[in-house]
């Protein structure tokens, strides 16, 4: 905050300057634009469900701080949280109230039952220091948000200048024991002279419109009132360099009224903050963010795992490809209450038939449609669509009249029969025809009388494909294929914008790649010369001849001596100890009983039973979840891993389904997790239902998919063909184009080093890999960009985009249509690539700001790069970044034929130049690149 108070004063003090140089007009335009770049983005939000991702946006955030929040963990270099305080009044409900002495309490605020303070009381920077402020600084909070400072002219026949005195005395106070406190007033004009250099902002609630406590309702303010309020605001920002906030109100419902008014208030260079009237809602201010979750509908049935259901096995994969997460709902829980259209860009139902509590869904759907929400609905509606609920869809059930005959196809969107055609069945018709004008048939079917049924249709609401329309299993085999086009049908039916959103396939233009390998099989011997261990063969064979990153784990019941193998322990643990000391093997472990039914290991864990047929049989174990997991790291720890390396992933075993337990525990063991998923796309399986989504979270904590399967399914589960991995080459070209769907994986286990087959597979596989010129990646960096890709912010933000994250996922793709990044207009963006369905833009750090142009700009930019960015400066007309890889450097550079490039300080030689794009190699990992260009 310190920088933004020092960049208003700069500019109050140039203001004089300006009124000398300038007309009135350009003067009164440079110093707008001077004190809007001076102020920081706020945002409000009172809730104890607060949005803390999505607020991030903001440069700051106040939160009631008795909710809870950790404003420590929450800290962002571009963000932090400022904690909220009465200072002139008391809720009888705060831990507080009962110590202030009833002789200090003037008066009773009706509209919102708190009791009004004496500020001239002489203990009260003491109390609010000691009692209010220092348990919140023990806590991390370093800025606050003071509130309720003219709360004295309730009291009738009170001294206001006693009260002032009173306030700057706490402020004063707060200073002094406090130091780097950072401090927002709500109104106190008449006290700013006085503490102009000890606070950061000034603000004022009601500019436009206003919230009425005591009538609960909101109202437009008066334009004397606005006049007067707007003259004190421009008082504290020109006259005493204090960035200002007004904060207006407005029903949650009318986002097209608050954009509207924020706008307003920021054309007067004043930062603005729109809410409703409970402060609990995701408002708008400078920044819009923009919503890139969907509320993922599903009906979950006893039993039955949410990772087997169609909306996770289907729906899930286009929704996070097109950039959007995923907040799964299960329809048998209580529907989220609330606004919801801030939050979500659109609602996604599949449901497998109506529900016996339908009509309460289809009520709720209403209210969510009514507020602005669209909606897709895949499979069954979940509720009986007929009557007056199809009515308020814009539907009419024709139930009544039967259906004769064989069932045809009338008429079909190109959208339909995108892998297999529709074959219409009518015992799973849904008897439904539109009824809108607004609405368009996808899909209309006929019988023999000639009755018409609209099976799949856009409406005005959004739209719905029934089955068996959306994706259908193949009789007789374990295939699947989709019926509908998942990604035009959910783009048009939800509406949604071209927007720049996070990719996780990819980093500086080139396709990401690692290497993960399951324990299994270690103490099996290899069909090769001397017959050593596949642990020793996988060493010598593979990890030794290619040195790449990888990252390994071992099954702790078969290579430690209380496991299944004790005679061969020694042996095995020596070869792990070598493989975790190579510097580009990272450690993982793959739990310690190898559980095949994890759903299982938690159900059974806490009742003490044990039935060994869903894990190995090691002796005098018991399933125990945390031996599982965090015991089976601390054994790697602490006799296999060198010290000092961390052993930081769990990769999951067996059906690799943990559940909400099993997660946890990994979680608060500070572990990474990942594998699952069932992406086996192949040319005898060409379906995208054979790609799986890049993760889901369970009661808050993600699971990260393993992008590709491994050996087990190209191998028919080691029955051979041994060399049938070498078919994942297959996967991994049909998950490149059309649509970069995932990154290259290499996903196999121990027991592939054993046998001659196999081996050379993976040396095809390996070969092929490479080839392709990579970005090459640790699992551990994926799954980071995973969980970045979940919490990762996109907002409006003064004619660009504002794009916030952990720093981890740097990859945004935005559509042809947006134009093309402006790299020296943005900030944080170091250039573009194009690709099948964009451009993949390269993003510099967690916190970018993106503008897009019609044309390319000739600024010098990098157009990729097989290494991360680990500075970026431009400097002027040229550049000065370093790349940090895991081979040798190769990178490329647009708009750079009038510079000189040097690599660590040494001239570079372009090794080809092609359609104005410069390619670049350098025999080191790492590399400081510096252009030096001529202005042209």
Known sequence: MREYVSKTNACTACLG???????????????????????????????????????????IVVVEADHGFDPQRYK????????????????????????????????????????????SWPELPTFVAEAIVGPLWEKGYRGFFLDTLDSYRLASGIDEAAQQKGLIAVIDTLHQRFPGIRLILN????????????????????????????????????????????????????????????????????????????????????????????????????????PRRILMLYDGSPGELLIHHPALRFGAMPIQHMGYAIDFHDLRKPLPAGPLAARYAGIVSWAEAPLAHGRQVADWLQKQIEQGLRVAIFGSFPFAAEGRLAQRLGLKSVAGSGTAGRLTVLSQDAMI?????????????????????????????ADARGQTFDAAALTRWGGYVLDPFAAIDLPNTEQSRWIIDPFAFLQQALALPALPLPDTTTENGRRLMFIHIDGDGYPSRAALP????????????????????????????????????????????????????????????????????????????PKGKDEES????????????EREIVGSVDYIRKNLAPPGKAVQIMLWSGDAAPQAQALRIAENAGLLNMNGGNTIITRSFPSLTAVSPLGYALDGIFQTFAPVMNENVYTNLWRGPFYGFERVIETFQMTESPRRLKPIDIYYHTFSASKRASLNALYKVYDWSLAQSPNLIHASDFIRKALDFETMVL????????????????????????????????????????GEEGNYIHLAS?????????????????ADANARLTDWQPQGAGLRFALKGHQAIEFSLANASHCSVLANGRPLRPRKSSGGVQSFRVGDAAATIETRCRER
């Open 846 to 862: 967690g916190d970018t700001w993106l503008r897009f142009a019609a044309s390319q700009s000739g600024a010098v930019y990098l």
């Open 17 to 59: 300057w300006l009124l000398r140089r300038c007309a009135l007009s350009a003067c009164l335009f440079g110093w707008l634009a001077c004190a809007q770049a001076a102020s920081p983005s706020v945002a409000l939000h009172y809730g104890a469900d607060a949005p803390l991702e999505e607020l991030k946006a903001f440069d």
């Open 614 to 625: 869903y894990h190995l049989e090691i002796p005098g174990y018991t399933m125990n979840l």
């Open 76 to 119: 962002k270099p571009y963000s932090e949280l400022y904690a909220y305080i009465a200072i002139g009044e008391v809720q009888p409900s705060r831990a507080y109230a009962a110590a202030i002495p009833a002789k200090h309490l003037l008066t009773t605020n009706t509209d919102w039952g708190s009791k009004v303070i004496d500020l």
């Open 187 to 290: 109104r106190g004009f008449e006290i700013v002279p006085a503490v102009r250099d000890k606070i950061s902002m000034v603000a004022a609630e009601s500019l436009f419109r206003g919230w009425n406590a005591a009538a609960r309702r909101y109202v437009e303010v008066p334009a004397s009132d606005r006049e007067w309020l707007l003259g004190q605001l421009r008082r504290v920002r020109d006259e005493f360099g204090v960035p200002v906030l007004a904060i207006d109100y407005l029903p949650p419902q009318a986002r097209g009224q608050m954009r509207e008014t924020a706008a307003r208030i920021r054309a007067l260079g004043i930062e603005p903050w729109v809410t409703d009237g409970q402060v609990s809602t995701l408002g708008i201010g400078r920044r819009e963010i923009v």
């Open 417 to 445: 029969g995108f892998e297999a055609a529709p074959q219409a069945d009518r015992r799973q018709l849904t008897p439904l025809q539109l009824a809108d004008s607004q609405g368009r048939s996808l899909l209309q079917l």
């Open 795 to 834: 907002a409006r933000d003064e004619g660009g985009w504002r794009i916030r994250g952990n720093g981890e996922l740097r990859t945004l793709r935005a559509p042809l249509s947006m134009g093309y990044p402006d790299r020296a207009a943005s900030g944080g963006v170091a250039g573009y690539r194009a």
């Open 530 to 605: 001397g017959t050593p261990l596949a642990g020793e063969a996988l060493l010598t064979q593979v990890l030794q001849r290619y040195r790449l990153p990888t990252t390994m784990s071992v099954i702790e019941g078969e290579v430690a001596p209380g496991g299944l193998y004790p005679a061969l322990s020694a042996e095995m643990e020596a070869i792990a100890r070598r493989t975790f000391a190579l510097p580009y093997i990272e450690i993982a472990s793959h739990s310690l009983s190898h559980p095949f039914d994890w759903n299982r290991a938690e159900q059974v864990a």
